[in-house]
């Protein structure tokens, strides 16, 4: 089976640096308020988070989330300390878990719906009429 941990560990290190760089950022400015810090972090590190992650499956991938964290502690001003679920509470973001299935069902749904004449379509198809449960074939 494919493991997508090292691709996602390198995405991860690449949204530590683009994250440094909004830090460097939004130093100079002198006021930021959580509509301009989430437009910033939604446009510019869920992409890099996110990038092909609808094909990664229902793993954890504890960098990611540590990133996530960590982003969410610097706006919020908190210690490393602070308890995820609060922190995760007050910017109300959903957690890279959760951005991941909603890509794998986005993807889930285009597959489906895509018309039947293309080769994609037709390799689906054959994958799940081949598929008796995930992971076991007829």
Known sequence: F???TETANVLSESAGRAFSMLVSNIYKKVDV???????MHKSKLFPIMDY?????????????????????????????????PVIHGDMDW?????????????LWKRLI????????????????????IIGHTK
């Open 33 to 39: 308020t959580w509509s301009t810090y989430s437009k």
């Open 2 to 4: 494919l493991d997508f």
């Open 52 to 84: 092909c992650s609808s094909v990664w499956g229902f793993k954890l991938y504890l960098k990611l989330d540590t990133i996530h964290n960590r982003i969410i502690k610097f706006f919020l001003g908190v210690n490393k300390y602070t308890s995820t």
């Open 113 to 132: 719906c895509m018309d039947n004449t293309r080769l994609t379509q037709k390799i689906v198809y054959g994958i799940t009429l081949n598929v008796e």
């Open 94 to 106: 959903d957690p890279p878990l959760i951005r991941r299935k909603v890509s794998m069902l986005t």
